[in-house]
C-alpha cells in the first residue's frame, strides 16, 4: 500500500499544484535547491502558463556519484509499501500523511487485497547532513537524488522485482521484526544477491509487542550471513529509526556505475498506456544523457522516435526535459501502444555513431496459467474485447487469444503469471470495465509429442482430442522449485501435503531453533489449484511460500472430460495426472451436482476418460415450473416470480438442453 501505487493513476494530473500545496519546508530535511524549485513553481503556477514553462529541476547536479537507485523488497506485508510512504515524506516528496491508505486514489483491486501489484518507481531529494551538521570535518554535506523502486512482495510479482532490481545497485530488505524470515524474503534475497546489489537489512515492526529483532538478526545471519549488526531497527508505523534509512542507503549503495562520456544507452524498465499521453516509458539511463527532442531508436524493433517529453516521477510526472547517466525518469515518444515498448529493451541514440551493445534485458515474463474468459452473456463479447485490450494496455505481461467454445462461444484464453495474477485481472475487468465474466479451470502449459514427432505446448485442454493416447508417445508438464517456512510444530502434516502433490525434497533446514525452512520441487499443477489455501490452513496461517519455474518433468497426464446428458462440455475439460483422475473425476461431477439446479428433465452429469466413464451422477427431474407455485390469479406475484426466473437466466449458460450456473465454473476451480 502506499504514495506509489497511486502515481500511475495520477498521471494526466500536473504533479505542480500538489506539490506546491503540500510543501513544508520545515517538516523535514528538504534541500534549499528544493525550496527553491517549489518558489519556482509558485511562480509559474501564479502566471497560470505552467504547461509552456522550462524544466525547473536541474539534474546537472546530480552526476552519478550523487546519485542512488534502490529498491525495497520484502516478504508480502513486512511493510515495505509504507516504509517507502515514510521516505517520502521524510524528504519531502510528499506531505506527511499523504501516504495514508485512505486518502489514496489506488487501484480498487490493491486497497481491498492490500496488496501491491506493480513496481512503482520515485525520485526524492537528499540533503545528507553530517551528525546534525551541515559541515563537519570541513567537508560540505551533499545533495543526493535517490530513487526508489517499491516493489511487490507476492510471488506473482517476483517478475517485477527483478525488473526493478536491474535498475538498482542495492536494495533495503525489510522483514518484520515479529514474523522474521519468510519464504519471499528469501527469494527476494537471493534475486538481490546474484545481482551483486547492496543489501541492507531493515528489521520493522519494532513496535509489536511480539517483535524479537535480536532473533530476526539470528536469522539473518544463519540465514544470508548477513551481520547483524548492519541491520537497522525500524518502526514504519511510529517512526522509530526511519532517520538512520536514508544515510544507510548513501553510505552502503555504491552510485551507478555508467560513464557520462559514452553514448547513449537506456533500459526499458516499464511501460503503460496513459489516456492522454499515450505510452509513457519508465527508464534507467545507464551511459550518455537524454534530452528532450532527441531522436531515439529501439535495439529490439529497430523503430526510431522522438523523445517528447523527459523527466523524473517526483513522486508523479515531473519534466526535467534531460536525464543523465545513472539517472531514473520517464520518456514519452509517442509510441501508439505498449507492445512497441519491449520492457528490457535498449534505447540509444539514432545517430549515434558508435555501435551501441544492448544491455542485458530481462528474462521474458513466463506464463505460468492459462484460463478462459468468456463473457457472461455472449451478446458482450465486443465489450469484453474491448475491456480486455484497454487492460491489457497497463498489464502487458497477460497474454491473450482469441478462443471458441461449443458450450461457452466466443472468448478468449489468457496467460497469467500466477493465480493471484489471474484472479486481480479478472477483478479488475469486472471493477473498471463492468464485465461480467466466466472463467475456465486454470490450465499449466504441457508439453505433448505426437506420434509424428511434432511437439506442442497445450494451454487449452479442450484442443486435446478425448482420446490424445491414441497419438500421443510423450507429454511432460512443468515443476516448480517451491520454498516453505514454517514453525517446526506443522512439518508432518505439511509434508504429507507435500507428498500428495507429488512433491519431491530437494532441502530441509533449520532457520533457528523454531523455524523450518524447506525447498522441495512440485509439478506446477499441483500448487495451481487450492495448494496454498491448503497449507495456510494446516500451519494456522504460519506457513509461507514461494516459488520460481524450473524444468518440464515427463508426466503421466489424461484429458477429463465432463459430459452433460451424453455430450462433453469442452470449457470444463480439464488434464490431470492419471494417478488422481478417479478421484478428481469424482470429486467434480459431486461439485457440479450441487450447483446445477433440478430442470424439466434428468441430467447425467459424467466425468470420462476417452470412452471410458469414470464417474456419474444424477440431478434428477422437476416437476413444477415456478408459476405451479402461484396459486389463484394474482397477476403481479405471477410477474414477480417470473422476472426472478428471468433474472437466474441470465447467470445461466446453455450447455446442450442443460442450463449451468456460473458457479458451477467457480467450483470446479476447487478441485485438485
Ligand atoms: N505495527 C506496525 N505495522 C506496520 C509497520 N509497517 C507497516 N505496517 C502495517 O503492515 C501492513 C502491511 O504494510 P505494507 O506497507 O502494505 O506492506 P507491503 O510489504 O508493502 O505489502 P505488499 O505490497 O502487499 O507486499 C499494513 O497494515 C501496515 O500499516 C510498522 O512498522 N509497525
Known sequence: MGFLRKASKTLKQSNYVSLLFNFNPLSSRITHERFSITRALFCTQSRQNYTKEKAIIDLSQYPPELVRNFSIIAHVDHGKSTLADRLLELTGTIKKGLGQPQYLDKLQVERERGITVKAQTATMF????????????GKESSNYLLNLIDTPGHVDFSYEVSRSLAACQGVLLVVDAAQGVQAQTVANFYLAFESNLAIIPVINKIDQPTADPDRVKGQLKSMFDLD?????????????????VLPAVIERIPPPPGKSESSLRMLLLDSYFDEYRGVICHVAVVDGALRKGDKISSAATGKSYEAMDIGIM???????????????GYVITGMRTTKEARIGDTIYHTKSTVDVEPLPGFKAAKHMVFSGLFPADGSDFEALS????????????????KETSTALGLGFRCGFLGLLHMDVFHQRLEQEYGAHIISTVPTVPYIYEYSDGSKLEVQNPAALPSNPKQRVVACWEPTVIATIVMPSEYVGPVITLLSERRGEQLEYSFIDSQRVFMKYRLPLREIVIDFYNELKSITSGYASFDYEDSDYQPSDLVKLDILLNGQAVDAMATIVHNSKSYRVGRELVEKLKKVIDRQMFEIIIQAAIGSKIIARETVTAMRKNVL??????????????????????????????????QEAFHELLKVS
Do not use: W
Open 228 to 244: 547483524p549488526s548492519d541491520a537497522l531497527l525500524t518502526s514504519a508505523k511510529t517512526g522509530v529509526g526511519l532517520e538512520h
Open 126 to 137: 537528499y540533503k545528507n547532513i553530517i551528525n546534525g551538521d551541515d559541515f563537519k570535518d
Open 314 to 328: 517526483h513522486p508523479e510526472l515531473t519534466p526535467t526535459g534531460i536525464l543523465f547517466t545513472g539517472q531514473v
Open 386 to 401: 474491448h475491456a480486455i485490450e484497454k487492460l491489457t494496455c497497463n498489464d502487458a505481461s497477460v497474454s491473450v487469444t
Open 628 to 661: 405451479a407455485k402461484c396459486y389463484g390469479g394474482d397477476i403481479t406475484r405471477k410477474k414477480k416470480l417470473l422476472e426472478k426466473q428471468k433474472e437466474g437466466k441470465k447467470r445461466m449458460k446453455r450447455v446442450g438442453s442443460v442450463d449451468v450456473p
